[in-house]
């Protein structure tokens, strides 16, 4: 496969995609993910009652989330509200598509490879 082949435009090496991996690979901060997945904004108070730990562990593993651009904050008056955001994990998951794709297509040039050896 030549250089240009093998190149997925926009995505190598962004960091970003490193990030968002990173962060979901804590099972604390993927937990925490999959609670806002849902589409509803928590405060910090809400999520750290649910997760049993205190408030400033929860507000470190959002922060880490928000740096990935894996969820959002808004301010409501003194309360801060976290917000699942689906456009990074979608990019992401276009991401391991293309993997998965180069991977299969790298399998099957081995699988034919192989078979004609054996003819």
């Known amino acids: 496969m030549s250089k240009t082949e093998n190149h997925m435009p926009g995505f190598d090496g962004d960091p970003g995609f490193a990030e ?4 979901l690979g804590d099972p604390t901060r ?3 993910f999959d609670r806002l997945s849902d589409g509803q904004a928590r405060s910090i108070a809400s999520l750290s009652n649910d997760a049993d ?3 400033q562990a929860v507000t470190k593993h959002l922060r880490v989330l928000e740096m990935a651009g894996l969820v959002e904050s808004h301010r409501i008056g003194r309360e801060s509200r ?3 955001c689906p ?4 990019q992401a998951r276009t991401y391991l598509d ?4 180069r991977w ?3 399998l099957m040039r081995l699988k034919s490879f192989v078979e004609e050896d054996e003819a």
């Open 82 to 84: 976290y917000a699942f």
């Open 87 to 90: 456009e990074q994990l979608a």
């Open 53 to 55: 730990m205190t408030r």
């Open 20 to 23: 968002i991996f990173a962060a």
């Open 98 to 101: 293309q993997v998965a794709g």
């Open 30 to 32: 993927l937990a925490i």
């Open 104 to 106: 299969e297509s790298a």
